[in-house]
């Protein structure tokens, strides 16, 4: 069966520092997201990705964040200057095409900010 | 936007015995409602989805009962085993593409 697969596993860094998280989306998908988990509380939305652009994002998701889709087949998120509260587990997703729910969710880097 | 509340947040059931999770939605637009179940510290695994055309749908001991008019869906487990116990996320969505909102969890304890 496919998989969303997510590197790395567990990232640490300093407060102030950026990051950048990595994913390789399933090949056929069209829908790329990313999803964020604090500790004990429910799965967040943070943006959606779609035909090379951003198609929806929360309020979380600041000037502090980016994603891009470098070449065809990574989706990245990147944080810019990460703060205590920005530790959490970050999922990445995929989903496939128009008209087709089907979520896939990546095995998640959990993301310590010190 | 959209906005999913989800109950009981804690649920302990006597192995063997049935599990009934509820959740409400707000928006009407609203049309796919997947179940997620996430152990500790793993990625949320879809378990069942339904869609707003269907009422019901079952998949061997689960199944999930959608009340579009109520703005409602649940997730019955039937012959809980130790193996059921989890966080069980509910979730909506209005289009295919488009973001899933996620309810509040319910952690399961399923009890030998």
């Known amino acids: 069966e496919p998989e969303v697969t997510q590197t790395p596993s567990h990232q640490v860094t300093q407060m102030g520092q950026e990051v950048i998280l990595r994913c390789v989306p399933i090949s056929n998908h069209l829908y790329f997201y990313w999803y964020r988990q604090i500790l004990g509380q429910k799965v967040e939305f943070l943006v959606s990705?779609?035909?090379?652009?951003?198609?929806?994002k929360s309020e979380i998701f600041d000037d502090q964040f980016s994603v891009e889709r470098p070449d065809g087949s990574n989706f990245t998120l990147k944080i810019r200057s990460t703060k205590l509260e920005d530790s959490a587990m970050y999922f990445c997703?995929?989903?496939?095409?128009?008209?087709?729910?089907?979520?896939?969710f990546g095995s998640g880097t959990r993301l310590t900010v010190v | 936007g959209e906005n999913v509340e989800q109950h009981p947040s804690t649920l302990s059931v006597q192995e063997g015995d049935s599990a009934v999770i509820k959740c409400t939605y707000s928006d009407s637009a609203s049309n796919y409602f997947p179940w997620y179940k996430q152990e500790l510290g793993k990625r949320p695994q879809l378990i069942i989805d339904i869609r707003s055309n269907v009422g019901e749908k079952k998949d061997q001991r689960i199944a999930v009962t959608l009340n579009k008019t109520a703005k409602h869906f649940s997730l019955h487990i039937t012959e809980t085993q130790p193996e059921d116990s989890a966080v069980y996320f509910c979730?909506?969505?209005?289009?295919?593409?488009?973001?899933?909102?996620f309810g509040g969890g319910t952690r399961v304890l399923v009890k030998p």
């Open positions: 990705f779609y035909n090379n652009e951003i198609s929806e």
């Open positions: 997703a995929s989903s496939g095409d128009r008209g087709l729910f089907g979520y896939t």
């Open positions: 979730a909506a969505s209005t289009a295919a593409g488009n973001k899933l909102t």
